[in-house]
């Protein structure tokens, strides 16, 4: 199975501020790599697909970069509505895996 | 407006069992792939299993592997998911997704609101 290690476990951060949340894969997945955003009780929903195309209706503040086996989620200028947990996900090989999830927090 | 809509959850014994359904709308379930992910209290989430657009093709997470069974109705335009010899481990939030399968690349485009299955005595 790919292994995904996905880094911070949580980050605390201020509306406006950039953030970064990085995901590394155990194996070249190409660019078959999503971005998801969950909020508590919700289902989670795709921001991300490819690596770094930015879905229909997602914020353009979103960006997703990197191939191979290091990926990045960015958010340029922190949301209120941006405060959720992310999860990285591989689509490259079953089973497909997800990361373990950053938790993005108000400071 | 697509739609997802799992139903089928609840408490069963170790060793029962449950069939998830997940209702489909506002789209032709038959054009998709559709998954199933699952989602423990407090952790993250799991792949479970995918089923082709036409049913010809099942994949399973080795967890699950001869216990659970994916299938659709696409007449119906319902996704299933028959889960026998449940254990305590199985319990989860389950969730189905829809899947463009775009030029080969696959994502999670659409999740239904999840049911929740508890697995305890």
């Known amino acids: 199975d790919i292994q995904m290690t996905q880094s911070p476990f949580s980050l605390s951060a201020s509306v406006g501020d950039r953030v970064t949340i990085t995901c590394r894969t155990s194996?070249?997945?190409?660019?078959?790599l999503n971005w998801y955003q969950q909020k508590p009780g919700k289902a989670p929903e795709v921001l991300i697909s490819a690596a770094s195309s930015l879905q229909y209706g997602v914020p353009s503040r979103f960006s997703g970069s990197g191939s191979g086996t290091d990926f990045s989620l960015t958010i340029s200028s922190l949301q209120p509505e941006d405060f959720a947990t992310y999860y990285c996900q591989q689509s490259y090989d079953l089973p497909y895996t997800f990361g373990q999830g950053t938790k993005l927090e108000i400071k | 407006e697509v739609q997802l809509v799992e139903s089928g959850g609840g408490l069963v014994q170790p060793g029962g069992s449950l069939r998830l359904s997940c209702a489909a709308s506002?789209?032709?379930?038959?054009?998709?792939?559709m998954h199933w992910v699952r989602q423990a209290p407090g952790k993250g989430l799991v792949w479970v299993s995918r089923?082709?657009?036409?049913?010809?093709?099942?994949s399973y997470a080795d967890s699950v592997k001869g216990r659970f069974t994916i299938s659709r109705d696409n007449a119906k335009n319902t996704l299933y998911m028959q889960m026998n010899s449940l254990r305590a481990e199985d319990t989860a939030v389950y969730y189905c997704?829809?899947?463009?399968?775009?030029?080969?690349?696959?994502?999670?485009?659409?999740w239904g609101q999840g049911t929740l299955v508890t697995v305890s005595s």
């Open positions: 089923i082709k657009s036409d049913g010809s093709s099942t």
């Open positions: 194996q070249s997945i190409r660019n078959h």
């Open positions: 506002g789209f032709t379930l038959s054009n998709y792939w």
């Open positions: 997704a829809r899947d463009p399968d775009y030029g080969g690349y696959s994502d999670f485009d659409f």
